[in-house]
C-alpha cells in the first residue's frame, strides 16, 4: 500500500500544482499577445501602466476577497462598502466642509491624507467585523449578511453624502491615486506591496495556515482546536480593511468620493479570485492566481477599448471568456492529472 | 381642509442630478404648503411604477414624475390619470398616455445636439473626437446619444469620432476608457460626455497625461462641473435647468389639485443650453459652489 | 497494570454525566475513572452513547449534568484547544483532517514550526512530519494532499498526528474502523508502548478481538446507562462476557457460521481481464489489472485484500462507476458494458458503498427518500408521480424484514445510528431485486449484534438466488458469510479458496502474498 | 434509546417541520401587523393585490431559483436573461417592425402574444440549457458560469435592440401584465398557478426526488442511479423558462422590453429563496418557502414606501431585515432542535 501511494503522490501532485497557476496565467499571455498584434502599442509602458493602475483598485479588494473565499465565504457587499469608505474619507479629508458639497479644491478645513486613510480602512474593517459577527454568531450564511451589507452600506453612503459626491482633495491625497514612483503609479506599488504582504501571510504565517484549513473543513478545523469563528471573523474584517484602502486610492484618484462608487464590483473582484483558481468552497487557492486573474480582467477590458470594440460587444466576449478561462483552467488540471 | 399630498418620483436618486431634482420639488412642495410623498425609482421600472401604485391606494392629489422610461412608465401613469390623479412630467415625457396634465421639460435629445453644436462652434474647422456615452439601455444615454449623433453624424467627414465607448455615467469607468483611449489613439481636440461625471474622470486622464487642451463637454450643470468650466478644465456643459422644471411643475399640480386651475400651457418646453466659461451666471446652481 | 495503578490517584473520574439532544438522553448518568498507564476500552452498541461521552471528554460539547474531574481538579472544556490544553487528545469517529491541506499540515494544524522571521518552515514542518507518520508505518510523502489518501492512510495520518502531540490521556474514537489486520496490529503495539509511557488511553471498537486483546478494563455502555466494567484478571476479558454486558442478555452464537452450502448455481457474472486507467481525479486510486473473477447465482463471495489492494475499485469498476480499460463483463452469459451506475442499476446490479456518508446517505432527507431513490421507478406512475402508498408499504415492509429501528419514514436519516443506516441502504437496494449485489465493507462502524442482523440478511439474499460480492476489511467477518473467498493484492488476484477451507492464516499468506519481492524493490 | 428517539423523533421532528416554514411567515404576519397599523390602508385589498401584482415578476424567476439552489447551484444570470427574453418577446410580438424602436401602440405587423410567449419561454430554457450544459460538461462552476451568462446575455440583449426599448403591444399581450380576473390581477393569477405546479412537481414526482437527492448528495444519488447530469441541466433550463416566462408578463405589465430590465434581480430572487429556508448547499428547501420569501420582500418594499420612508432609509432597513429574518429562522430552528 505505502510504496504505490508514495510514488504516485510526490510526481503527480506537484506538476498539478505547477500547472494549476499556469492556466490562467497561459490565458493571460495568449490575451496580451492577441492584443499586441491587433495594434502593437497596446504593449506600450504607458498602456501597460494604465492596466496595473487601473486593476489597482478592483485588485486590492480581490487581495482580501481571496481570504474570505478561501474560508469558503463569499462578500457581495464590497462595492457598497468602498463607496461607504471612501464617502467617510472625503468626509475626514475636507472636515466641517464635506456636508455641504463643497468644491473648493484645496482642503484646508480637513483632517489630511492621514487621517482619511486611517479613517477609510478603520470604518471598513470595522464594517467587515460586524459582518462576520453576523455570520459567526447569528449564524446567517455569508452570502445573505453580504447581501444585507450590500443594501445597508450604500444606503448608509447615500445618507452621509445625500446622494451627491464630495470632491476636491489637497495634492498630498491625490499623490496617492495619481502619482508616481519613478515611472510606476503609486496604486500600481500599494497594490504590489499589498499582493506580497498577502502572500506571505497566506502562505508562511499560521494565522494564512489556519484560514485554508477553516475553509477546507470547518468543523475539523474546530476539532482541531482552532478558532474558527475568530478566523472567519478576521477574513471579513480584512477584505473590509481592503476595501476601505481601494476606497481611498479610488477617490484620491478621482479626486473624489462619489455616492455611486463600486456598484458592481463585488462580481468583478469575485470572476478574478475565481479566475484565479481559487475554489468557491474553500481551502484552495491563491495570492499569486488572484493577481493574475485581476490582471486578466484588467486586460480584457483594456484591449477591447483599445481595439474601440462597442459596448456591447464587450459585454459579450468578457462574459464568455470568462467562462473559458475556468474552463481551460478545469482542463488543464484534469490533464495534468493523467 | 386636509392638507394635500403630492408624490415626487424620480428616476434614481444615486445620482446626484435627481437629487437635486427631488430637493427642488421638496422645497417648492414646502413653499405651497402641501405634504409630499417621495419615491426613487432605483433605476428600476418596476420599482417606480410600484411607487405610483401605492399613492394612488394613499389616494395622493398630484403627482409629479421624471419618469425613468418614455414607454416602461406609461402604464402606470395611464392608471393613474384613469384614477383622476394630475399627473405632471418633468423633463422626460411619457409615451402614448392622454390626459396628462401637463409636461414641464428639456428635451435630452435636444440637449445632446447643443453640446455637439458647442463643440463644432469651437472647431469650426473640424476635430477628432472622443465620444463617452452612458449606461447601455438607459433612456437619457439613448436620447443624449441620439442628439450627438444627430449633429455629428452629417459632417462626418471633419468630424470624426474616434474613439467611441460607455463609461456607464460613472467618473471611474469614464477615467479608465479615456486613458485606454488616449494610449490608443493619442491626444484629440475634444471629448463629448453624456454626463458630468464621466466627464470629470476623462479630465482627470488628460490632466495625468498633461493633455490640458483637449475641450471637454459635460451634461447636467452640475456644481462641480461648473467650477471646472469656470476654471478653465471644462469646455462646457448642458444646463437643462432641472430645478426650475421641477418648481414649475409642482406649482402647475399644486394649482390644478387645489382648485382645478388648467395651467396656462400643457407643454413648458425649457430649451437646454450650453453653460460655458461667459455665460456661468445662466447656470441655475452656481449659487452652490464656491 | 490496573492493580498497580490504583495506588495512585486516578487521572479521570467522571460522576453521573449525563446528555440530552432535543429529548433524546444519549447519556444518563454516566461515571467511570481512568488511570495513567491504561487502556480502557469503551464498548456498547450503536447509539449506546460512547462518542457522545468522548465528545463531552475533549470540549466539543458540555454535559447536561454531572461532574468530570482530570488530575484531581475541575475539569470542563469549553472548546477542543482547550481539552488539548489539558493534555487531552482525541481521534475522531468521523476523520477530522482537512482534505484540501497536506499531510504535514494535518499533522501540525495551528502549531506550524517557525523559522526566521517567525514564519512557517515548509522544510522543518515536513521533516518532522515524516519522522512523526513513520511511527504508524506510513511512508507517503508530506506534501501530499490529504484528499489524494484512502480513507485507511486518513486514519493513520490521524492516529499519527494525535500521537505526535504531547498528551496524557488518548481518547480513540473507532481508530481501526478503516484498518486491516496489519495496520491494527502496528497500532496496537504503539499503545502498548505509550501504556508503559503512562499515558491512559480511552479506546473505542466495535471489533471486540481487538478490545478483548489490548484492554486492561472495559467500561460498557447501554442505551445511555454504565452497564458495568469489566476487569482483565490476569487474562484478556473474554468476548461472549462483553456481548452479554452490550445487549442485556447471554450471548448465543453471533457469529454463527452459515452451514456451507454447496452453491451450483449458474455463473451470473464473469470478468474477464479487467483493466483500468488511472483516474485522473484520483491519481492514488489502485489501477486493476487483468482481473478474472466468476460470480455465481446464490452465492456469497468473499473478497478479502489490504487497504489497497483494489477491492473497492474492483466493485466500482463492475458498477460503472469507474472507466474501465480493458476486460469484458457478462451478465447471465450476455458481455455488458456499463457506463454509469445508472446502465448498471438497469442490469440488475447494485452496489452498497465503503464510504456511507459520502456516498450512500442523503443525510438531510428522510428515510422514506433515502429508501427509494434507487427505484424511483417502481414507486412512481407512468406520469412520473410517486406512489407514496405503496413506497410507504414496501418501506414498512423491509423495516420488519430487516429489524429497522426508526421513529418514522419522515424522520431524516442521519438521526439513525449507523447499523439502522446501513440497513437502510441494504433495503435500497433489496427494493430493485437487483441480480448482483456488491456490498463494500457492510458492516464498518455497525455493532456486533446488528452485524449479525447483516450477515443473516445476506446469507437469506445468497438463498433466494442473489450473486453477492462481499468486500470486507474484517476477516472473521469474510470468514463467517463467505461461500467462496478470493484475496487481492496490488490490483490484482492472488488467490481462491472455498469459505469451508479458509482460515485467517491461509488468507493473510495469499493477501500479502509478493511482499517480500515488494520490500527487495 | 430507541423508544426515546421514536416518541421525541416523532414529535420532535414535526414540530421542527412545522415551525421551519413558520419563521419566515411569522416574520411576514409581524410587518404586515406593523405595516397596518401604521397605515390602515395598507391593507386594502387594492394595495394586497398591488403587493402581489409586483412580486410576481420576481417570485416567477424565484420559483425556477428554487429547484437550481436545490441542487446546491446557483444562477446569477437571471436579471439579464430576462432582459434578454422579454426583447426576443417583443421583437416577435412587433414582427418587422421591432428594429426600428416602434412606438406605435398597435403591433399590427407582429406575430402575436402567444408567439411572443413562446419564444420568450424557449429561449430562456434553450439559454439556461446552454449553461446547464456548460456547468455539467465543461465542469465550470455554476457561479462562474452563470456570472458569464449575466454580462453575455446582456450584451446579446443590447445588440439585438440597439440599446432602445422595443415599446407598444397589443391588447391582447398587455392582457398577461395588467388584465384582472375578478379583482386579482392576471400577474399574480400566474404566479400562483406556476407556484402550485413546483410545489406538485418538487413534492409528489419522482423527478422532484432527485432534485432533492442530486441536492442533498451528488455522489450517493449518482451511485444509486440517478442521472446527475440531466438533472442538473433540466434545473437550468427551469430556471430559464421562468425567466422567459416573467420576462414575457413584465413586457406586457410595462407595455415595453427595456434592454436594461432585470438588472439585480438575481439578488432579490436569491434573497426570496433563502429567506424563504432553502439551504445555498442544496437539498433543502420549498416551494412554500420561496413564496413567503418573495412574499416578505414585497410587503417590506410597499409598506416602506407606503410609509414615505426615505429612499436611502428603505435601503439600510431592507438590508438589516434580510439579515434579521434568515437570523431569526435560524434561530427558532435551533430552539426547536433543543
Ligand atoms: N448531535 C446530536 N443530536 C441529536 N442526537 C444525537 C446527537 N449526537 C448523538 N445523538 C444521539 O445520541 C445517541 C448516542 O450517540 P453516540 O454517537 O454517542 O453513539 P455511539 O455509542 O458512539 O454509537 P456508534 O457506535 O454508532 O458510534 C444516539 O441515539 C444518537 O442518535
Ligand atoms: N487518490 C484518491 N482519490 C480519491 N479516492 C481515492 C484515492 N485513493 C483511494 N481512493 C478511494 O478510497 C477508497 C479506499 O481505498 P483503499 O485504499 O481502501 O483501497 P481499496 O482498493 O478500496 O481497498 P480496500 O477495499 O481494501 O480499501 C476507495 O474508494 C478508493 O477509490
Ligand atoms: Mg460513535
Ligand atoms: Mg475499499
Not at chain 3, 442490469?347 to 432527507?365: N, S, T, Y
Amino acid at each position: 500500500m505505502t510504496s504505490t501511494t508514495e510514488q504516485t503522490g510526490r510526481s503527480g501532485i506537484n506538476v498539478a500544482r505547477l500547472l494549476m497557476s499556469f492556466g490562467p496565467l497561459m490565458f493571460l499571455a495568449v490575451l496580451i499577445i492577441i492584443f499586441t498584434v491587433l495594434k502593437p502599442s497596446f504593449i506600450d509602458p504607458i498602456n501597460l501602466f494604465n492596466i496595473l493602475r487601473q486593476i489597482s483598485i478592483t485588485g486590492l479588494i480581490a487581495l482580501g476577497m481571496t481570504f474570505v473565499i478561501l474560508t469558503a465565504g463569499i462578500d457581495l457587499s464590497v462595492g457598497s462598502l468602498l463607496a461607504f469608505c471612501g464617502m467617510v474619507a472625503a468626509v475626514v479629508a475636507k472636515g466641517g466642509a464635506a456636508n455641504t458639497l463643497s468644491l473648493s479644491t484645496s482642503g484646508t478645513q480637513g483632517y489630511g491624507w492621514f487621517a482619511a486613510l486611517l479613517a477609510a480602512v478603520i470604518v471598513g474593517a470595522l464594517a467587515g467585523g460586524m459582518q462576520g459577527f453576523a455570520i459567526t454568531r447569528l449564524k446567517v450564511p455569508p452570502f445573505v449578511v453580504t447581501l444585507g451589507g450590500l443594501t445597508v452600506f450604500r444606503g448608509l453612503t447615500l445618507t452621509i453624502s445625500n446622494g451627491g459626491p464630495i470632491s476636491g482633495f489637497d495634492a498630498s491625497m491625490r499623490w496617492f491615486g495619481t502619482g508616481l514612483i519613478g515611472p510606476v503609479p503609486v496604486p500600481a506599488i500599494i497594490f504590489a506591496v499589498a499582493a506580497i504582504l498577502c502572500h506571505i501571510v497566506l502562505r508562511y504565517t499560521r494565522y494564512g495556515r489556519a484560514v485554508y484549513a477553516v475553509g477546507g473543513n470547518a468543523e475539523a478545523a474546530r476539532l482541531s482546536g482552532l478558532r474558527v469563528d475568530r478566523i472567519l471573523i478576521s477574513v471579513y474584517v480584512i477584505v473590509g480593511f481592503f476595501a476601505g484602502l481601494a476606497a481611498f486610492v479610488l477617490s484620491a484618484r478621482l479626486n473624489s468620493s462619489e455616492a455611486v462608487a463600486g456598484i458592481g464590483y463585488e462580481l468583478t473582484v469575485i470572476s478574478a479570485v475565481v479566475i484565479g483558481g481559487t475554489s468557491l468552497f474553500g481551502g484552495i487557492g491563491s495570492v499569486g492566481g488572484t493577481v493574475v486573474g485581476a490582471a486578466l480582467i484588467g486586460v480584457l477590458q483594456n484591449g477591447l477599448q483599445f481595439n474601440n470594440v462597442s459596448s456591447y460587444t464587450q459585454s459579450i466576449v468578457i462574459g464568455l471568456i470568462l467562462i473559458l478561462a475556468v474552463a481551460f483552467d478545469r482542463w488543464l488540471k484534469s490533464r495534468v492529472r493523467r | 381642509a386636509d392638507k394635500l399630498t403630492i408624490l415626487g418620483s424620480v428616476p434614481n436618486l444615486g445620482f446626484p442630478f435627481f437629487v437635486h431634482m427631488l430637493n427642488e420639488i421638496k422645497a417648492e412642495a414646502q413653499a405651497q404648503g402641501v405634504n409630499l410623498t417621495e419615491s426613487d425609482g432605483q433605476n428600476s421600472a418596476p420599482k417606480q411604477t410600484a411607487d405610483i401604485e401605492a399613492a394612488l391606494v394613499q389616494k395622493v392629489n398630484a403627482i409629479v414624475i421624471s419618469p425613468l422610461d418614455v414607454n416602461a412608465l406609461a402604464p402606470a401613469i395611464e392608471e393613474a390619470v384613469k384614477a383622476g390623479v394630475p399627473v405632471v412630467t418633468i423633463d422626460r415625457r411619457v409615451d402614448g398616455v392622454e390626459g396628462i396634465l401637463a409636461h414641464v421639460g428639456a428635451d435630452n435629445v435636444k440637449g445632446g445636439e447643443a453640446e455637439a453644436q458647442a463643440m463644432v462652434a469651437a472647431f469650426p474647422n473640424g476635430a477628432k473626437l472622443f465620444h463617452l456615452q452612458g449606461q447601455p439601455g438607459a433612456g437619457p444615454a439613448i436620447d443624449r446619444n441620439k442628439g450627438v449623433h444627430n449633429v455629428l453624424d452629417p459632417l462626418k467627414d471633419k468630424y470624426q469620432i474616434i474613439f467611441e465607448q460607455t463609461a456607464n455615467f460613472a467618473r471611474a469607468e469614464a477615467l479608465s476608457v479615456t486613458e485606454a483611449g488616449l494610449a490608443a489613439n493619442g491626444k484629440p481636440d475634444a471629448i463629448i460626455c453624456a454626463n458630468d461625471d464621466m466627464a470629470l474622470g476623462a479630465l482627470e486622464a488628460c490632466a495625468a497625461r498633461n493633455f490640458n487642451d483637449v475641450k471637454i463637454y459635460g451634461f447636467d450643470a452640475l456644481p462641480e462641473a461648473l467650477v471646472a468650466v469656470r476654471d478653465g478644465k471644462l469646455a462646457g456643459t448642458v444646463e437643462q435647468f432641472p430645478g426650475q422644471q421641477s418648481r414649475t411643475a409642482v406649482q402647475i399640480a399644486v394649482a390644478f389639485a387645489r382648485d382645478k386651475t388648467e395651467p396656462k400651457e400643457k407643454l413648458v418646453l425649457l430649451t437646454p443650453i450650453v453653460i460655458g466659461k461667459d455665460n456661468l451666471d445662466k447656470a441655475e446652481r452656481l449659487n452652490e459652489t464656491k | 497494570m490496573a492493580e498497580a495503578a490504583a495506588s495512585s490517584p486516578p487521572l479521570l473520574v467522571v460522576e453521573g454525566v449525563t446528555k440530552h439532544f432535543s429529548g433524546v438522553t444519549a447519556l444518563s448518568d454516566v461515571s467511570l475513572e481512568v488511570w495513567p498507564g491504561e487502556i480502557l476500552g469503551l464498548l456498547g452498541e450503536n447509539g449506546a452513547g460512547k462518542s457522545t461521552l468522548l465528545k463531552i471528554l475533549s470540549g466539543v460539547m458540555p454535559p447536561s449534568s454531572g461532574r468530570i474531574v482530570f488530575d484531581g481538579a475541575d475539569y470542563a472544556p469549553s472548546s477542543p484547544q482547550d481539552a488539548k490544553r489539558h493534555g487531552i487528545v482525541t481521534i475522531y469517529q468521523e476523520l477530522s483532517l482537512i482534505p484540501t491541506l497536506a499531510v504535514a499540515e494535518n499533522i501540525f494544524i495551528g502549531r506550524a514550526p517557525l523559522g526566521p522571521l517567525g514564519l512557517v518552515s515548509w522544510r522543518k514542518m515536513e521533516d518532522a512530519s515524516r519522522a512523526i507518520i513513520a511511527r504508524v508505518g506510513l511512508a507517503i510523502d508530506p506534501s501530499t494532499p490529504v484528499s489524494s489518501l484512502s480513507v485507511a492512510e486518513q486514519q493513520l495520518v490521524e492516529i499519527a498526528r494525535a500521537l505526535s502531540l504531547k498528551s496524557r490521556l488518548i481518547i480513540m474514537d473507532e481508530p481501526t474502523s478503516a484498518l486491516t489486520e496489519t495496520e491494527v496490529q502496528k497500532l496496537m503495539s504503539i499503545m502498548d508502548r505509550l501504556r508503559q509511557d503512562g499515558v491512559a488511553i480511552m479506546f473505542v471498537t466495535h471489533r471486540l478481538e481487538e478490545a478483548s486483546a489490548i484492554c486492561d478494563r472495559m467500561t460498557v455502555l447501554r442505551d445511555g446507562r454504565l452497564a458495568g466494567h469489566l476487569d482483565r484478571d490476569g487474562q484478556p476479558i473474554k468476548i461472549p462476557k462483553i456481548i452479554e454486558k452490550m445487549v442485556g442478555r447471554a450471548a448465543s452464537e453471533l457469529y454463527a457460521r452459515p452451514t456451507q452450502r454447496d452453491v451450483a448455481g449458474a455463473v451470473r457474472l464473469s470478468v474477464r481481464g479487467l483493466r483500468t486507467v488511472r483516474d485522473p481525479l484520483a491519481p492514488h486510486a489502485i489501477v486493476l489489472e487483468g482481473v478474472d473473477l466468476d460470480l455465481k447465482a446464490g452465492e456469497i463471495l468473499g473478497v478479502a485484500g489490504l487497504v489497497g489492494s483494489g477491492r473497492t475499485e474492483l466493485a466500482r469498476a463492475i458498477f460503472g462507476a469507474d472507466r474501465i480499460a480493458a476486460g469484458t463483463i457478462a451478465l447471465d452469459g450476455q458481455p455488458i458494458a456499463p457506463a454509469s451506475p445508472a446502465d448498471a442499476i438497469k442490469l440488475g446490479i447494485g452496489l452498497v458503498p465503503e464510504d456511507r456518508k459520502h456516498q450512500a446517505i442523503f443525510a438531510a432527507l428522510g428515510i422514506l427518500n433515502n429508501f427509494s431513490i434507487a427505484s424511483l421507478g417502481r414507486y412512481s406512475n407512468g406520469a412520473g408521480f410517486m406512489a407514496e402508498r405503496r413506497e410507504r408499504e414496501a418501506l414498512a415492509g423491509y423495516r420488519k424484514a430487516l429489524s429497522i429501528r426508526m421513529a418514522s419514514p419522515e424522520q431524516a436519516i442521519e438521526g439513525l445510528s449507523g447499523g439502522n443506516q446501513q440497513k437502510v441502504i441494504l433495503a435500497r437496494w433489496l427494493a430493485r431485486d437487483p441480480k448482483v449485489l456488491i456490498v463494500d465493507e457492510p458492516t464498518r462502524g455497525v455493532d456486533v449484534g446488528a452485524k449479525a442482523e447483516v450477515h443473516q440478511i445476506l446469507v437469506q439474499l445468497a438463498a433466494r438466488g442473489i450473486a453477492i460480492m462481499m468486500i470486507s476489511s474484517e476477516l472473521p467477518e469474510v470468514l463467517a458469510v463467505s461461500d467462496r473467498i478470493v484475496t487481492m493484492r496490488r490490483g490484482r488476484i492472488t488467490g481462491e479458496m472455498p469459505g469451508v477451507e479458509a482460515t485467517e492464516e491461509k488468507l493473510m499468506e495469499l493477501m500479502a502474498l509478493d511482499r517480500k519481492q515488494e520490500a527487495t524493490q
